[in-house]
């Protein structure tokens, strides 16, 4: 299986958690999501497969999520998946998916508990943090 990376360049997270994935060795697919949004069955697996709510998936930083209102707690998971759907900033990132697992990498190095070779040796993050396994 390939590793596929639901990515927004202009997110550290997701530019970070890219170049760990090429530093271990794999070329993944890109999806910049923002261009090219999953569908709503797709979001539906990817939630499924990591095992979130689907609130736990909002973005709030940067988004329309407080001018949508959905921090109201009376909205049900279908009225939240259709605002990510049609707002696709809203949806957190990055998202990654190998043989392993689909994982929500905040931090990034959450990356490494599902990829193939973890083993990626010292990587230094943009801000200057530097990452061991």
Do not use: W
């Not at 170049?19 to 993944?28: L, T, V």
Request: hydrophobic share 35%; net charge negative.
């Amino acid at each position: 299986m390939t590793v596929k990376i639901y990515h927004n360049p202009a997110c550290g997270t997701s530019r970070n958690t890219l170049a760990m994935i090429r530093q271990s060795g794999e070329e993944p697919v890109v999806v910049e999501y923002l261009k090219t949004p999953p569908s709503r069955e797709e979001l539906v697996e990817l939630i499924a497969a990591m095992g979130l709510p689907v609130r736990d998936l909002l973005r709030q930083k940067g988004t329309p999520y407080d001018e949508l209102g959905l921090g109201s707690p009376d909205l049900t998971d279908d009225q939240l998946l259709d605002r990510m759907i049609e707002h696709p900033i809203l949806i957190n990132r990055p998202i990654v998916v190998t043989e392993k697992g689909v994982r929500l990498c905040r931090p990034s190095e959450l990356v490494l508990d599902i990829l193939p070779n973890p083993d990626i040796g010292p990587f230094t993050k943009e801000d200057g943090e530097v990452v061991t396994r």
